[in-house]
């Protein structure tokens, strides 16, 4: 296999500089294909950051960014998502005045080709509702679909994020911190069904929980202000003494 | 169900209001009514506060003007000509506004909205201060005297009811569903494959074409376009209608326009003459500190909670 064949996604040189600051700092990430795939990183590290670049949400100062191949460096956050790369937010990334329902339609619903429609009735997609129950049942929020989001828990707003970002059928998903602030409980329930999703997909996840991280991802790439400070799989990253030195001086 | 039966009443009720109450004041509301309900589709489902809608309302209204006047235009040609050009202009000040957010939003159509207005004042076609004067109303149909109060009582109304059903289906249609989705969390519609300023942009041209159309059938009924129509108080009253009557509620702008117009007749005629803008602005700090959710929404709220 070609090494673009390998990769399905990849920087050379990824820099971002906020006025003199340096958050992302020549930074060469490959990601293989099928590969669940760790970003961790104390906090301030550059994690986000590097995920805002990845997904065209910020432009980087240097460096280049390539997607199947494809040099995907200058285009947009929306052209990325329609080429397959799906991203979730830090804080969770839900339309609230909607129901659960209406929520991942709205993922299904640019397929249809009639978004710019203004003169059709909302009911023109009722069809979409199978499927979009089917997504809900997957993430568990079954007895949800006509609830307001809202009005939802935490958890059950992440598993809805999760549904939505599967509506794409996304190549590639990039979860920045899917377990933050949850229960033990929510976060089983998660990690569980991203190692359900993840089956024929890449998945980019950024994770303070290094135990989802043992247990989820096969290469791990640490990142300290800014840098990768090393890459491996977990035994590898976690025997790394710099790595312990870098949480232990941060973290804790 | 519940919804339906209100309009049905409401439909009513405005058939036989010109027996009751005085035609033109009613065709007044009516016009405010639709500015604003045009108005909300921006503010109220865009997330975008416009200031400067008064430039398409006053705008269409010299347009058509001259249409009628000069040209000689049936009618309704008059006004879709009217209603044409402020989706052209509502085009071009979106282009460039429609990137901005928040206050620079603001800023932009106003300043753009400034810059019409200025245009308004020195063009040769409008008549500068005096205005556009004698506009014919001429015939509905070919057929229907519209010189007839009773008669373009019914042309404003069939109007305002096609504008607003348009209004009510975009809001519940595909193009909403994406509009509210860019309201809530653009970031997120973004990340969904959706090019969310083009959305945006659909939802400020509609805005504009309609606030034109509303623009454009007040000069037929008053047979006047002038600059107050184009003025920015004007772009700052439909905000005012819209907040009163209840942000991003359909019938919402509409009852508030009704109710600012009606306030300004009765105020006009009184001893408060004067006071008129000191009681607006009077509401204006009632309504943002008390009730945020304007008139229809608190109904809406108050309903929910006691079921
Ligand atoms: N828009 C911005 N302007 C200036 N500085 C920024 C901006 N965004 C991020 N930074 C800085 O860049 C650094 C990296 O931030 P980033 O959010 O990427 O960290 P992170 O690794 O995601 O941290 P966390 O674990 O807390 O989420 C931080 O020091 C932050 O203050
Ligand atoms: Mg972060």
């Given at each position: 296999?070609?090494?673009?064949?390998?990769?399905?996604?990849?920087?050379?040189?990824?820099t971002?500089?906020?006025?003199?600051?340096?958050?992302?700092?020549?930074?060469?990430?490959?990601?293989?294909?099928?590969?669940?795939?760790?970003?961790?990183?104390?906090?301030?590290?550059g994690?986000?950051?590097?995920?805002?670049?990845?997904?065209?949400?910020?432009?980087?100062?240097?460096?280049?960014i390539?997607?199947?191949?494809?040099?995907?460096?200058?285009?947009?956050?929306?052209?990325?998502?329609?080429?397959?790369?799906?991203?979730?937010?830090?804080?969770?990334?839900?339309?609230?005045?909607?129901t659960?329902?209406?929520?991942?339609?709205?993922?299904?619903?640019?397929?249809?080709?009639?978004?710019?429609?203004?003169?059709?009735?909302?009911?023109?997609?009722?069809?979409?509702?199978?499927?979009?129950?089917?997504?809900?049942?997957?993430?568990?929020?079954?007895?949800?679909?006509?609830?307001?989001?809202?009005?939802?828990s935490?958890?059950?707003?992440?598993?809805?994020?999760i549904?939505?970002?599967?509506?794409?059928?996304?190549?590639?998903?990039?979860?920045?911190?899917?377990?933050?602030?949850?229960?033990?409980?929510?976060?089983?329930?998660?990690?569980?069904?991203?190692?359900?999703?993840?089956?024929?997909?890449?998945?980019?996840?950024?994770?303070?929980?290094?135990?989802?991280?043992?247990?989820?991802?096969?290469?791990?790439?640490?990142?300290?202000?800014?840098?990768?400070?090393?890459?491996?799989?977990?035994?590898?990253?976690?025997?790394?003494?710099?790595?312990?030195?870098?949480?232990?001086?941060?973290?804790? | 169900m519940?919804?339906?039966?209100?309009?049905?009443?409401?439909?009513?009720?405005?058939?036989?209001?010109p027996f009751?109450?005085?035609?033109?004041?009613?065709?007044?509301?009516?016009?405010?009514?639709?500015?604003?309900?045009?108005?909300?589709?921006?503010?109220?489902?865009?997330?975008?506060?416009?200031?400067?809608?008064a430039?398409?309302?006053?705008?269409?209204s010299?347009?058509?003007?001259?249409?009628?006047?000069?040209?000689?235009?049936?009618?309704?040609?008059g006004?879709?000509?009217?209603?044409?050009?402020?989706c052209?202009?509502?085009?071009?000040?979106?282009?460039?506004?429609?990137?901005?957010?928040?206050?620079?939003?603001?800023?932009?159509t106003?300043?753009?909205?400034?810059?019409?207005?200025?245009?308004?004042?020195?063009?040769?076609?409008?008549?500068?201060?005096?205005?556009?004067?004698?506009?014919?109303?001429?015939?509905?149909?070919?057929?229907?005297?519209?010189?007839?109060?009773?008669?373009?009582?019914?042309?404003?109304?069939?109007?305002?009811?096609?504008?607003?059903?348009?209004?009510?289906?975009?809001?519940?249609?595909?193009f909403?569903q994406?509009?509210?989705?860019?309201?809530?969390?653009?970031?997120?519609?973004?990340?969904?494959?959706?090019?969310?300023?083009?959305?945006?942009?659909?939802?400020f041209?509609?805005?504009?074409?309609?606030?034109?159309?509303?623009?454009?059938?007040?000069?037929?009924?008053?047979?006047?376009?002038s600059?107050?129509?184009?003025?920015?108080?004007?772009?700052?009253?439909?905000?005012?209608?819209?907040?009163l009557?209840?942000?991003?509620t359909?019938?919402g702008p509409?009852?508030?326009?009704?109710?600012?117009?009606?306030?300004?007749?009765?105020?006009?005629?009184?001893?408060?003459?004067?006071?008129?803008?000191?009681?607006?602005?009077?509401?204006?700090?009632?309504?943002?500190?008390?009730?945020?959710?304007?008139?229809?929404?608190?109904?809406?709220?108050?309903?929910?909670?006691?079921?």
């Amino acid at each position: 296999m070609s090494e673009s064949g390998n990769y399905i996604l990849q920087t050379e040189g990824l820099t971002k500089e906020f006025k003199g600051f340096t958050a992302v700092d020549d930074v060469n990430l490959k990601v293989k294909r099928h590969d669940i795939h760790a970003l961790i990183g104390p906090n301030g590290a550059g994690k986000t950051t590097v995920f805002n670049l990845l997904t065209k949400f910020l432009t980087p100062t240097r460096g280049k960014i390539t997607f199947n191949g494809r040099d995907i460096t200058s285009a947009k956050p929306a052209e990325i998502a329609r080429m397959g790369v799906i991203r979730s937010f830090q804080i969770s990334a839900v339309f609230p005045h909607m129901t659960a329902r209406e929520n991942v339609r709205v993922a299904l619903q640019r397929k249809l080709g009639t978004s710019f429609h203004f003169w059709r009735p909302v009911s023109s997609l009722n069809r979409l509702n199978d499927r979009a129950d089917e997504l809900l049942h997957m993430v568990g929020l079954d007895r949800f679909t006509e609830a307001m989001v809202a009005d939802m828990s935490y958890g059950r707003k992440r598993a809805l994020e999760i549904a939505t970002t599967l509506a794409m059928e996304p190549e590639m998903m990039l979860l920045d911190e899917p377990t933050q602030g949850m229960g033990r409980e929510d976060v089983e329930l998660v990690t569980e069904l991203i190692r359900k999703v993840a089956a024929g997909r890449t998945i980019l996840m950024v994770e303070h929980n290094l135990g989802v991280v043992s247990t989820l991802c096969n290469t791990i790439t640490v990142l300290q202000r800014g840098a990768i400070l090393t890459e491996g799989d977990y035994r590898t990253v976690s025997n790394d003494p710099r790595v312990k030195e870098a949480y232990m001086g941060k973290a804790a | 169900m519940n919804a339906k039966i209100g309009y049905l009443i409401a439909l009513v009720l405005l058939i036989v209001a010109p027996f009751v109450i005085y035609p033109v004041f009613l065709m007044k509301v009516l016009c405010f009514a639709l500015f604003a309900s045009a108005f909300n589709l921006i503010l109220g489902y865009g997330g975008l506060l416009s200031f400067g809608h008064a430039a398409f309302f006053g705008g269409a209204s010299y347009v058509t003007g001259h249409a009628l006047k000069v040209w000689g235009l049936p009618t309704e040609l008059g006004i879709l000509t009217g209603a044409a050009a402020a989706c052209v202009l509502g085009f071009l000040v979106g282009m460039i506004a429609i990137r901005r957010q928040g206050i620079y939003f603001a800023m932009i159509t106003l300043a753009m909205a400034q810059m019409v207005f200025f245009l308004f004042i020195t063009a040769p076609f409008t008549g500068g201060e005096n205005g556009l004067q004698g506009i014919p109303r001429g015939t509905a149909l070919g057929a229907i005297d519209l010189q007839d109060n009773l008669n373009m009582y019914y042309f404003v109304l069939a109007i305002f009811v096609l504008a607003y059903f348009l209004i009510s289906r975009t809001v519940n249609s595909p193009f909403g569903q994406v509009l509210g989705a860019i309201r809530d969390n653009e970031n997120r519609a973004k990340s969904l494959g959706y090019d969310t300023d083009k959305y945006k942009l659909l939802a400020f041209v509609l805005s504009a074409t309609l606030a034109g159309l509303a623009g454009a059938t007040k000069s037929v009924v008053f047979q006047l376009a002038s600059l107050t129509d184009a003025h920015w108080h004007m772009s700052g009253e439909v905000v005012l209608m819209t907040l009163l009557g209840g942000l991003g509620t359909i019938p919402g702008p509409a009852v508030g326009a009704g109710i600012i117009v009606t306030l300004q007749n009765y105020l006009a005629k009184g001893p408060l003459g004067g006071w008129v803008p000191v009681v607006l602005g009077l509401i204006f700090i009632v309504c943002v500190l008390a009730f945020r959710r304007g008139v229809v929404g608190e109904i809406k709220a108050m309903i929910r909670k006691s079921f």
